[in-house]
Every structure is written in C-alpha cells, then in structure tokens.
C-alpha cells in the first residue's frame, strides 16, 4: 500500500482531512473574551494599570459560573464594600519619585494577609489583599473596606526601597501622599515584608505594613505561596516559572505554559464515577480516607493501579499511587475513562487510554485533598508534594 | 493586514475584530491538526487571540503579526494539551465510517492508523509535524516560531515522521504478506 504512494501525499491528505474553518460561535466567544479584557501596557509607557484579572479564557456559560462561583465562595471582610473599580479605573499617576525604573518582577503578583480589626480603619478581621501590577509600577490594597484601597504609584528608590505616591485623594490621604517602604522576600519568595519608613498617609502605612504570603490564584511569576480559592488554604511551592491558575468549585489548576507544561492540580473531596464509561456520570459517595478513593480504581477493571505507598504530607497521612487508564478497554475503548470530581463540582475528570495519573490523597480533618503534577513523572514531583503546607493560615501582622 | 495591526496595537478593538476574522480559520486549522480534538482546538484559538490582543502593545514589527500569532497559538496549543494532562492521549477519534481521503489518497484504516499514531507522539512533535506538512513550513522557520533550534525542530520531525511512518507501514504489512501468499 505505501510502496506505492509517497508517504508525504498520504500524511498531507490525512491532515486535509481535519477542519479548517472556526466555528462562528467560536469566533463569536473570542470577540465577547477580548472585548472583557484589557490590553496591556508597553512598560513605561503612560498610565498604568492593574493586570487584568482574566486568566483562561473560558468560554459562555462556564465562565459566568465560575466567576460568580468565585466571587460568592471569596471570604470577604464584613465591611468590605469596596468598589471593583477601585483598582482598574485609577487616573494616571502623578509625578513619579526621581529614579524612576520598575520595582522587581518578584514583587508583581497578588499578595494575600489576614488583617485583625483596626478601629483606625473600622474595618472587621478577615483576609486581605495588595496587588502590584505587572507592569510593576503601581499597587493598591483591597477588601480593607471603602476607600482603603490606596491605589498608589510605585517608584524603586533602592535595592529593597520603594516610594508610593497616593493616585487620588482618599477618606484621609490627599493625592500625591508620599511614603516609603522598605520590603523583603523570603529566601522561596513566598512571602513578602512591608515596612513604612517614611509615611505622610498614616492610614495606608495601616494596611500596606505587615507581612503578606503570595497567591498562586493570581498570576504570578514564581511558584510558591498559597491556593485560597479552597477552603481550607493550602501553601505549596513550585518550580519558578510564570504559573496562571484556574479554579472550579474545589479544583485549582496551576499551571505553567512557559515551564513546559508543568502543573499542579488540586482537588478536594474527589469522589469516584460509579462507571467509567458513561456518560450519565453517577457518582460514588464521598468518602474522606484515601483507601476507598483508591479502592474504587482496584476494583474497576478499566484501571490499573499501582502500588499504594502510605506516606505523610505535612503531618496527614496520605496515600500514593499511579492509576493508569487501560488501553482498548473492551466496554469503550478508544473513549476517554470517566475517573473523579471534586465533590461539590459539577464537573468531571477523565483519562484517555493509557494515561496516568500520579495521585497523592491526604487525609485532612473531615475532607480528603487530591494532588497531581503534571507531567507524569516531573522531577519537581516529589519537592512538590513535600513543600505542601495543608491547611495553610494567612499570616496575622 | 499592517494598517489593522498598528491600530489593534493602539486598542482599536474593531480592527482587531477584523484581523480575528482574517486569521481565526488558518489557527484554527493548525490547532485542531496538533491537537486532533474540536473542542481543546477552539480553547486553544481563544486562548492564543485573547493572549494576542492582551500583548499586541508589544509587538513591535506588524509584519510578524502572524507568525507571532502562529507562537502563541502553538503554546496555547501546549497548554491545553497538558491542562488536562491525560487528554494528550484523549483526543477525540475521528468517526471510521467519514469520507476517504482526497482523490482517494488515504484509505480509512490508513487514517484510523495514523490517528493512532499521532496520539502517542508528544505536543511538541505533533506541533513540528504540522507547521512543516501542513503549512509547508522550512524548519528553520519553525525553530524560530517555536523559539527552539532548528536541530531540535529536525529531530522532533524525524520522530514524528518515523512513528507515522511505521504505522502505516505496519497496516500495508498484512496486505503484503496476503499477496505473497497469492
């Protein structure tokens, strides 16, 4: 057969053979995703603004309801009314400290912290946030309450020195307030370390000073700090590489397209699909141990399971095992096997024939967490799972 | 397409709506050939034009708009291969009973073998496979959209070739021991 055709005919031909046209609601998506986001800034450039919060470009429906997901689910301070326009809308800074240049690439990330109540800023105790932006040169604290967001420019004064200009007048601030600052980062990076040298806005000293830890729910460029879109938090720390994360409801994926595909997965209480096959996806009742997560893929016949080892992570007893999808499982073979779910996710989670996946399940108080990395056998594996801090509390000052 | 790049770059977002209609096929048709599935292949396309339109302030020469499109699709198309790490190998199959091939070229069983093939074979070479076969891409060129060598490029097109090749030369292989038979 081949002998008598050139294999480059037949290869072009098989490729022809696949569509080439977009789909116009595809197209229509794409329109609607680039019409919500913003366009980045050339660096120096003009005014700044904050990074956009769009991360994967998700489409219709889904998005709307992870969004809205996300932002019920989001644990919030009591007082917190503050407007999400607070960041992205600022007006351009005013004028820029003398020595101008960017505060360093590891500072431009979403920082989280828990602030206790301040009768100076009458706000309630909860989780807080500061943001730089990615084109390092402004910054502003939210979920503080109204008005304390303090979007700010910033100027690196020094190595480990930078001077925020207040962008617009607040409740006790005028625009132009000056303050420095001093900040250090923790040898992983995790963690950042604000001190007020220098402050004329008292108040924003208030919420900006104090120790903050990194979000891996937000885009960052290096890989350790926390994943607060679960509850319960956890701490873990990745490889550097720039990650970008999606979340589901109990699921987190942070994931790196510039580190060749490296990845973590995250899934709380993952319950099993009563058959692998179909579509109907029944699911199996959630149990928190990780033997009967297991048990379930020993006693189906369309997986094949390694060796459980039993090990501790952070202190929890946890189960490790690989678990690979068969090849030409006789009862659909050539279809991807249906394997888990969060349990509150109305989702689902499958494996093609012959994948597999590395699995880690540690057993919390009442719940049971999943970890994969991706790709199968990464060498960041093991320092992975060991650096996972579980559950994990935001610092406190 | 340069005058509708320079205003993209400038946040003209019913010029970037027109370079999205002028480009989303030829993505999209690169997409879906390395990823072999519809679905992940729109995410990719999304992806790498939304990523486009994010940083278009930063592309400096419009006439490389494409080609630096072509990047960022092809590490989309990476990305979405590897989200769901397992849909590397579950992709979706073709239906068997579709129509043959271009005047006959390529035989259904060919094709299934060749689908079979190509799942096994990483992202990364499928990627090479189908900027060179697909698009006529020279390697060198390749290199450059991938930002990898261009040894690196003819490696990974060597293995691609030589898994597909085999597998099609594994399905003539009964039809030639029938023959000898006769």
Not at chain 2, 102 to 124: Q, W
Request: glycine fraction near 8%.
């Amino acid at each position: 057969m081949t002998a008598n055709r050139d294999f480059t005919d037949i290869t072009r031909a098989w490729l022809d053979l696949m569509p080439s046209e977009a789909p116009d609601r595809a197209v229509a998506s794409i329109l609607q995703a680039v019409d919500a986001t913003p366009q980045a800034k050339p660096r120096l450039a003009g005014p700044w603004r904050f990074s956009p919060m769009f991360r994967f470009a998700l489409v219709g429906a889904a998005a709307i309801a992870i969004v809205a997901g996300a932002l019920v689910l989001y644990p919030r301070l009591k007082t917190d009314v503050s407007s999400p326009s607070e960041s992205p809308t600022i007006s351009p800074s005013p004028t820029l400290g003398s020595s101008g240049g960017e505060i360093d690439d590891a500072l431009r990330a979403t920082w989280r912290s828990f602030a206790l109540e301040s009768p100076a800023l009458g706000n309630g105790a909860g989780p807080v946030s500061l943001e730089f932006s990615q084109a390092g040169n402004g910054v502003a604290a939210s979920n503080f309450g109204p008005g304390y967001g303090f979007a700010s420019t910033v100027t690196p004064i020094s190595a480990d020195r930078f001077e925020l200009a207040l962008a617009q007048p607040s409740l006790s601030c005028a625009a132009g307030d000056r303050g420095t600052y001093r900040w250090q980062l923790s040898a992983d990076r995790s963690e950042l370390t604000l001190t007020a040298e220098a402050e004329a806005c008292s108040t924003r000293g208030i919420v900006f000073q104090r120790r903050w830890v990194r979000s891996l729910v937000e885009a960052t460029s290096y890989g350790a700090g926390i994943v607060d879109s679960m509850e319960p938090s956890f701490r873990v720390a990745l490889p550097d590489y720039s990650f970008q994360t999606r979340t589901l409801n109990d699921f987190a994926e942070i994931a790196s397209p510039d580190g060749g595909g490296f990845s973590l997965m995250a899934f709380k209480n993952p319950v099993t699909f009563v058959d692998p096959c179909s579509a109907d996806e029944e699911r199996n009742p959630f149990t928190p141990t990780a033997a009967s997560f297991f048990e379930h893929f020993q006693t189906t016949d369309a997986f094949t399971v390694g060796e459980v080892t039993e090990l501790s992570i952070d202190g929890h007893r946890a189960l490790h095992a690989d678990v690979t999808g068969k090849e030409n499982y006789a009862r659909c073979p050539d279809h991807p096997l249906y394997q888990y779910t969060p349990e509150r996710c109305g989702c689902h989670f499958i494996v093609g024939p012959g994948g597999t996946d590395s699995m880690y399940l540690v057993e919390g108080d009442g719940y049971t967490f999943l970890f994969i990395v991706s790709p199968y056998g990464s060498a960041s594996e093991q320092s992975v799972i060991e650096s996972i801090q579980l559950p994990y509390g935001l610092p406190t000052q | 397409m340069d005058d509708l790049v320079v205003r993209a770059r400038n946040g003209d977002r019913e010029a970037f709506a027109a370079l999205v209609n002028a480009t989303s096929d030829r993505m999209y048709a690169i997409a879906t050939r390395i990823l072999r599935d519809a679905d992940l292949a729109e995410d990719a396309l999304q992806g790498a034009l939304v990523t486009a339109w994010r940083q278009l302030p930063t592309l400096r020469d419009p006439a490389r708009f494409e080609a630096w499109l072509r990047k960022l699709l092809v590490h989309a198309c990476y990305a979405e291969a590897r989200r769901r790490r397992s849909w590397s190998t579950n992709v979706r199959v073709l239906p068997v009973d579709g129509p043959v091939g271009p005047d006959g070229l390529i035989s259904i069983v060919e094709r299934d073998a060749l689908d079979r093939a190509f799942r096994r074979v990483s992202v990364e070479h499928r990627a090479v496979f189908v900027l060179h076969h697909h698009l006529g891409l020279p390697l060198t060129e390749i290199a450059e959209t991938l930002g990898i060598p261009a040894g690196t490029a003819r490696s990974r097109l060597h293995y691609a070739t030589r898994m597909l090749r085999a597998a099609i030369d594994a399905d003539a292989a009964p039809a030639i021991s029938e023959g000898r038979m006769a």
